[in-house]
């Protein structure tokens, strides 16, 4: 089955500065890549996703990038702010089931 | 915008008790999920079910649980008989067809046995 590798765990920016959360995936019949952000006790919110035949996706503050070759995909975050601190957890899902197996999260702390 | 909820938000229970998480998944969605997720760990995937049947279920998914769409709008987990190692937060996702990627998901149930 699939395997998703998150990192880094914790990720500690000033705001304003830009933060970088990377995965890698291990079955290459996976085609969507969603990022999820999940606040204390909340649940997990889709806030972008991409496709496999698209390189890049980008949604005013986060982008996320794909290589395919590589099988690794990030997210992007510019000009961070308090309101971004969460953990956010990539997924890779397959047409064959459609059912995301995620990433172990990245919790994101922007410092004001 | 209409949301996938569940009930209760936080339910504790003694070992060896029965629990019936419940959700109400949005209402023209056809396909339904359970995940857990451990404090601090990743979300795992339970089960997914349509047509009123399991279509994928993952190993954790073991004898202990069940699901159920008791009605036109509920769709129940159930775990017949607790463990420790089950308090976790569980979350109900639904979404409108087997080929749509997008999941939505609920607030989540927290489930604390002792």
């Known amino acids: 089955g699939e395997n998703v590798e998150q990192h880094p765990s914790t990720l500690s920016v000033q705001e304003g500065d830009s933060a970088v959360i990377k995965c890698t995936y291990s079955d290459s019949a996976s085609n969507y890549f969603p990022w999820y952000k999940q606040e204390l006790g909340k649940r997990p919110q889709l806030i972008i996703d991409i496709r496999s035949n698209v390189g890049e996706k980008k949604d005013q503050r986060i982008a996320v990038t794909l290589n395919k070759t590589a099988k690794h995909f990030s997210l992007h975050i510019t000009e961070t702010q308090p309101e971004d601190s969460a953990v956010y957890f990539c997924?890779?899902?397959?047409?064959?089931?459609?059912?995301?197996?995620f990433g172990r999260g990245t919790s994101l702390i922007v410092h004001p | 915008e209409p949301e996938v909820t569940q009930t209760p938000s936080h339910q504790v229970t003694q070992m060896g008790q029965e629990v019936i998480l419940r959700c109400v998944p949005i209402s023209n969605h056809l396909y339904f999920y359970w995940y857990r997720q451990i404090l601090g760990q990743k979300v795992e995937f339970l089960v997914s079910?349509?047509?009123?049947?399991?279509?994928?279920k993952s190993e954790i998914f073991d004898d202990q649980f069940s699901v159920e769409r008791p009605d036109g709008s509920n769709f129940t987990l159930k775990i017949r008989s607790t463990k420790l190692e089950d308090s976790a937060m569980y979350f109900c996702?639904?979404?409108?067809?087997?080929?749509?990627?997008?999941?939505?998901f609920g607030p989540g149930t927290r489930l604390t046995v002792t």
């Open positions: 997924a890779a899902a397959s047409g064959g089931s459609y059912i995301p197996t």
């Open positions: 996702a639904s979404k409108t067809r087997q080929s749509s990627y997008e999941q939505y």
């Open positions: 079910f349509y047509n009123n049947e399991i279509s994928e």
